[in-house]
């Protein structure tokens, strides 16, 4: 935990908060903090700052903050991506919350098992989003939207959220070369191990997207998610 992220519940007054449970047992166990320490902690959707440790008893710890800088800037990117697997999925979406994603839909593909859409995992997605922007110094969630039907998204609202934006999709042995250092917005989408079917990738180049590769390759999501979006930015 490089940050401690702290919510609007945790303060008991204007620069005075109090921290229980995870992140407690953390910065007790891990950070070893003692009174007079200090912290870099940050609020939920604001600023970044410091904590200094001002009390600590056997359920709580209180912190007096001042935030005076913002948290990272967030990528210019909006990730489509095929759910993952419910045993990658938590890695999945802690990465993209630190790498700095702040707009992300997970969709249902034809590689896609039905069996992914009711694990537990999914009621999840906001601790690890959690866990991702402690990683990173961060402090703005991002949005994550559910949508399990592939065509209506693609053809109803894929066009709005994409428009204004370079589209890509990535897809192995695609003819052309994933850009680097963009310099403009761009909606990526991933597909499922195996990558999208044809059928797919046809939907999303009526709609302007396009197929690029890595190269020969054929990565995991996880590794595919992490190497494209550094790639591009």
């Not at 007054?13 to 950070?31: D, F, I, N, S």
């Not at 797919?200 to 979006?229: C, D, N, Q, Y």
Request: hydrophobic share 45%.
């Amino acid at each position: 935990m490089n940050l401690i992220l702290l919510f609007h519940d945790d303060f008991l007054a204007e620069t005075r908060v109090r921290l229980t449970g995870r992140r407690l047992e953390h910065v007790l166990t891990v950070h070893r903090a003692a009174l007079g320490d200090e912290l870099t902690v940050g609020v939920e959707g604001g600023r970044v700052g410091r904590g200094r440790v001002v009390r600590i008893d056997g359920d709580a710890l209180e912190m007096e903050v001042a935030l005076d800088r913002d948290p990272p800037a967030p990528l210019p990117l909006v990730l489509v991506l095929a759910l993952p697997r419910p045993k990658v999925m938590n890695r999945v979406i802690a990465g993209v919350a630190s790498l700095g994603v702040k707009r992300v839909f997970l969709i249902n593909a034809w590689r896609v098992e039905k069996s992914y859409w009711s694990s537990p995992r999914l009621r999840g997605l906001r601790e690890q989003t959690i866990l991702g922007l402690e990683q990173a110094k961060d402090t703005v969630l991002p949005s994550i939207e559910l949508r399990r039907l592939f065509r209506p998204f693609v053809e109803d609202e894929l066009p709005t959220i994409a428009r204004g934006t370079r589209a890509l999709v990535a897809h192995p042995g695609a003819a052309e070369e994933c850009p680097r250092d963009l310099r403009e917005p761009a909606t990526l989408a991933i597909g499922p191990e195996g990558g999208f079917i044809a059928e797919e990738i046809a939907s999303l180049e009526r709609i302007g997207f396009t197929p690029v590769s890595l190269g020969p390759r054929v990565l995991r999501v996880e590794t595919a998610v992490a190497a494209i979006i550094g790639r591009l930015f």
